[in-house]
């Protein structure tokens, strides 16, 4: 019997459109992906990633094997929004996309506990009514629709990943650190990662042209960006009390605005898709504009 230790992902929901089973192998690993199409709900067909290591003779290989695993998947986890997936660890009952949230009455906070569904059992045995409702709530999900079947580029990039420059580390940190994120601190991440990327991409201001950085190196993002630029973003993320500086006048003991909803919308969506191309130019991938829904 062999012993092969395996990670896999939880699915995903992604419409590919040539989908054809491919793996690979990475530092003695396996990657391989698989797919199961929805045939009634194309939008909900589901992807997951696996990797899979070599076979496992003792207990100290099995501890080796695990730590080393571990390490993998948290490159992959990175790695997964640049190529278009959804982000494995997106917040449940949270969108930045279109600045909505949901409550959820069954759970507690995080670090807390609650007897909510006792509670409910005990009134639904005192009703006179044998027929009870009961709602789960499922939360917000992503999609997103491919070509084919995004383990190409993550292959790819893998293969860059250790030679990577170390601010593209960092950026690929704090892009799963946004995704990942379910309150207002995202936008001080944004406004760390727009930072660098002002960095990367400086504006070169000739008397008081406009920023037309989007224009001039990420062209394929002009119809999301419209009329906001580089420039505006980090407006955005220097001067509203949610991000980097709550008060920038130490005279005057008073916050900065908040971010209005088209701001916040705007905010979240233009800068994690920069943030995605800015990684995809630095792999040498292909540019084009991925749009979570």
């Known amino acids: 019997m062999e012993n092969k230790l395996s990670f896999r992902t939880k699915p995903v929901y992604v419409l590919i459109d040539k989908y054809e089973r491919y793996s690979f192998n990475y530092q003695g690993w396996t990657v391989s992906d698989n797919y199961l199409l929805n ?6 067909s589901q992807y997951s990633i696996c990797i899979t290591s070599p076979n496992i003779s003792n207990q100290d290989e099995l501890a080796d094997y695990s730590f080393h695993g571990q390490k993998i998947v948290d490159i992959i986890t990175e790695l997964i929004p640049i190529c278009g997936l959804p982000s494995l660890n997106s917040p449940r009952l949270k969108s930045f996309f ?11 906070p995080n670090g807390w506990s609650s007897n909510y569904a006792t509670i409910l059992s005990s009134l639904n ?13 499922e939360g917000f999900i992503q999609y997103s629709v491919l070509e084919k079947s995004p383990l190409y580029e993550i292959q790819h990039m893998l293969e860059l990943y250790d030679g990577a420059k170390d601010h593209i580390k960092f950026l690929l940190f704090l892009n799963n650190s946004i995704l990942s994120a379910n309150d207002i601190n995202v936008f001080m991440l944004i406004g760390k990662a727009l930072e660098m990327i002002n960095d990367i991409y400086p504006y070169k201001n000739h008397q008081g042209s406009k920023d037309r950085r989007i224009e001039q190196y990420f062209p394929e993002l002009l119809d999301v960006f419209k009329d906001t630029t580089i420039k505006t ?3 955005w993320s220097n001067n509203r009390k949610e991000t980097r500086h709550y008060n920038d006048n130490k005279n005057e003991k008073k916050s900065h605005e908040s971010l209005s909803d088209d701001e916040r919308k705007t905010l979240y969506r233009c800068s994690t898709i920069l943030i995605v191309n800015v990684i995809r130019h630095a792999l040498k991938l292909p ?3 991925i749009v979570f829904e």
Do not use: G, T
């Open 287 to 289: 540019q084009r504009s």
């Open 39 to 44: 045939e009634n709900s194309a939008r909900h």
């Open 125 to 137: 045995r005192e009703s006179d009514n044998n027929c009870h409702l009961e709602i789960k709530v």
């Open 98 to 108: 279109s600045n909505k949230a949901l409550v959820d009455y069954r759970s507690a």
């Open 233 to 235: 973003l980090l407006n």
